[in-house]
Nanobody
């Protein structure tokens, strides 16, 4: 079994920054991609960003492009999400996800087979 553990959420004022971390542990697995999703109250889970493990390719949702940066630490099987210029509409529970097989897209929840427990990010105005 693979476990994903997120950390780094919290309360921040609009315009501030937070850095989320997600560490994978458990049985050895080869990740094709790791991503971040978020879910606000009453809304569906939405894609934020993913990074492809083979070549480091990164892709972002339009809503976070230019403000958020996804990165990785290969040796630690860890992925990060640096969030700058935060807005109140970024408030949500943020989930880390990992995928160990090839898919044509990594922007939908169904492409991922491992999920973290989520970490709350609250941006005050």
């Amino acid at each position: 079994q693979v476990q994903l553990v997120e950390s780094g959420g919290g309360l921040v004022q609009a315009g501030g920054s937070l850095r989320l971390s997600c560490a994978a542990s458990g049985r050895t697995f080869s990740s094709y991609a790791m991503g971040w999703f978020r879910q606000a109250p009453g809304k569906e889970r939405e894609f934020v960003a993913y990074i492809r493990w083979s070549d480091g390719y990164r892709y972002y949702a339009d809503s976070v492009k230019g403000r958020f940066t996804i990165s990785r630490a290969n040796a630690q099987n860890t992925v990060y999400l640096q969030m700058n210029s935060l807005k109140p509409e970024d408030t949500a529970v943020y989930y880390c996800a990992a995928c160990d097989k090839y898919w044509s897209t990594y922007t939908i929840p169904g492409s991922y087979n491992y999920w973290g427990q989520g970490t709350q990010v609250t941006v005050s105005s």
